[in-house]
């Protein structure tokens, strides 16, 4: 349901060998280009004692092209599809909005990338198909109903055992521990340099 409120979002990741492989299965499965690869830089805000991460909460802002996005995220109710409350608009001046928030308190806690690009089914309509390019990998995002995200799944050819139900910085972290690496921000390597902490 969508309102002032927010809504529930519902989603899964699926990890792809590379983003090949990625627009191969998607394309033979019917699906279709319906949103150009862009890049999104996100920013998650946090307290200086990481209250929001500890209550399960997300504050980010998003960039991408010449838009931006404001979002708040609730904790994460569990099950076999990722759900939690959702509330987001469009910011006009993302720099003046991170200087309010920084000014109230709020700190950058974690910056991440991705090369996103939205595929859409003529005969599958309701959700959306997200394929993402990031600095741990390749990934689908299936955002929709539960029997939606079901149904996507299937058709490219993922079974419900291989869902991914963790947000970008727990997989981001879960990967540093595995490649014994400190956890920074999941920045490409070309802009790493180019970004502050």
Known sequence: MDDRRGRREIEIKLKLASAAEGRRRLLAAGFRVSGKRQLEQNLVFDTPSRALRRAGLLLRLRRSGRQAWLTYKGPVETGRHKT??????????????????????????????K????????????????????????????EGSPSWIDAAARRLGFEPGEYITGGYGELYVACCRRLGRRPGHMLFPSRRASRPA
Do not use: M
């Open 84 to 113: 939690r409350r959702e509330v987001e608009l469009p910011v006009a001046d993302p720099d003046a909005l991170e200087a309010i928030l920084t000014g109230c308190g709020f700190e950058p806690a974690f910056r991440y990338e």
């Open 115 to 142: 090369f996103r690009t939205g595929f859409s089914h003529p005969q599958a309509s309701g959700g959306a198909t997200l394929l993402d390019e990031t600095p741990i990998g390749i990934f689908l995002e299936l």
